[in-house]
């Protein structure tokens, strides 16, 4: 297909060279059309004319022997022998006769009668009709020209307020293009309907363009809080073992505080292995039931129990590990024996949880940034991740966290997830329930092998 020329390609142009174009053509063929029938009428009234006049200036001449003079009229006038030789003539005649009947010859229109004792003629010059048909072609010739400029103004128009919009979509494009500001929200007020549908289509790909690259981003944002996360829990219970394993290997230990580090040891090791394997199975579920996973996430504390059967939609790994980071963080930013409190309950759609201590609580400065990463505000240690790793967890998931705190007065973080339908076999009157995921197991339950030592925190 043969590339448009440089000059064509632009829509304004094409439309305004169509539309001339177009009218020119039509008008031309107008023109042509009411010149050859005003012609061909005129001729035809010229030729009865004629006959008439032939008959009634024949018979002038038989009954007087005279004959009229037409001159001023453009017609001519001649009598022929029964020969042929011209006897008699007014105007500009041929000197033999030419056949009888109507003929045309050389811009004349003649007719030739026989009458007693010879010939009559009469002709008149084609220029009769000529002269009509001539200032008809000029006068539609104006007509055109000016028809052609009217089309051309009114193409020129129509084209602008097409280009506008479209020209404008285009910029938008670009821009959108260079930028990556996909939250454009592209006008949609054109009088065109195929322009206006254009950009609704726009619109509408903006928004899943939109929609894709935020999902995108959360889910990059998931997968950044997932490894923060995964060092926040190891961390602890790794460094436990670690300074345990070197006290033991210091063979400064008495044989009562060896069992009881053997057993911190066990103890934090069993911790760090069910939180590896949590790794591999944290997405193995997409829904879980609250009830069960956060009397494993309490570790012990005061539990206000909610409505049973509540399933939400997160993991019940990630349930359990984003609790376990709140009370993590209510355990270590309060004196020990700390009132730590976990219940839940259902509002509307939202499954609501809490973990509310009664401690120390955070002054309104350090509560502005407890959502930010890196943060500790108390000067107590820890990486400054808890909050905002359950933050970015929770809402990737649809779902929200809060705080409410105060100087004294004790801290309520409120984390809500959307309520899921129990799934098919999960939670309904004689459905199986699912086997206990041994990397969810309390720390009490892991067996001691050193009797009935209990551990206690080593300086």
Do not use: C
């Not at 094409?14 to 063929?29: E, F, K, W």
């Not at 730590?340 to 609580?361: F, L, T």
């Not at 799934?423 to 309390?442: C, I, S």
Request: zero cysteines; proline letters at 5%.
């Amino acid at each position: 297909m043969a590339k448009p020329r440089p000059g064509l390609q632009s829509l304004s142009r094409r439309l305004l060279l169509a539309m001339v174009a177009l009218v020119g053509a039509s008008l031309l063929l107008v023109d042509f059309g009411a010149a050859y029938f005003l012609h061909s009428v005129l001729e035809q009234n010229l030729e009865l004319q004629l006959v008439n006049a032939v008959q009634s200036d024949a018979r002038f001449y038989l009954r007087t022997g005279g004959v009229r003079d037409g001159r001023a009229f453009g017609g001519s006038v001649a009598v022929y022998d029964p020969s042929g030789r011209r006897i008699a003539s007014f105007g500009a005649t041929p000197g033999e006769s030419p056949p009888l009947g109507v003929s045309r010859q050389r811009g004349v229109l003649r007719d030739v009668v026989l009458i007693p004792g010879g010939l009559f003629l009469e002709q008149v010059a084609m220029d009769t009709v000529a002269r009509p048909v001539g200032a008809l072609e000029g006068v539609l010739a104006v007509v055109t020209l000016a028809a052609v400029l009217l089309a051309a103004t009114v193409a020129v128009g129509i084209a602008r307020s097409l280009a506008a919009p479209l020209s404008s979509l285009s910029a938008e494009a670009a821009r959108i293009s260079e930028t990556g500001d996909l939250e454009t929200h592209l006008p949609q007020d054109h009088g065109v309907r195929e322009i206006r549908d254009l950009a609704m289509s726009l619109q509408r790909m903006l928004d899943r363009l939109g929609q894709m690259f935020g999902a995108l981003e959360a889910s990059e944002q998931r997968e950044r809080a997932l490894r923060e996360m995964t060092l926040h829990d190891l961390r602890t219970p790794l460094s436990t073992v670690l300074g345990t394993l070197e006290l033991l290997s210091s063979g400064r230990l008495k044989r009562d505080e060896a069992k009881e580090a053997a057993v911190l040891a066990q103890r934090e090791a069993a911790r760090l292995a069910a939180r590896i394997r949590n790794l591999d199975t944290r997405e193995s579920d997409a829904l879980s039931e609250l009830a069960p996973t956060l009397r494993r996430a309490a570790r012990g504390h005061k539990l206000e129990e909610g409505p049973q059967g509540l399933w939400v939609a997160a993991p019940a790994a990630e349930v359990q590990q984003v609790l376990g980071l709140l009370v993590d963080n209510a355990e270590r930013h309060n004196p020990p024996g700390t009132s730590v409190e976990v219940g839940w309950r259902q509002e509307h759609d939202m499954a609501s949880v809490w973990v509310r201590d009664r401690g120390v609580g955070m002054t309104p400065e350090v509560a502005a940034h407890a959502f930010e990463r890196f943060y500790s505000g108390d000067g107590q240690g820890g990486l400054g991740l808890g909050l905002a790793l359950a933050r970015v967890l929770v809402a990737s998931r649809g779902g929200s966290v809060d705080l409410a705190t105060g100087a004294g007065k004790g801290t309520e973080v409120t984390i809500r997830w959307p309520v899921a339908t129990a799934p098919t076999g999960g939670n309904g009157p004689g459905a199986a329930r699912r086997p206990r995921d041994p990397a969810a197991r309390q720390d009490s339950e892991v067996p001691a092998p050193f009797g009935d030592v209990q551990p206690r925190k080593l300086l």
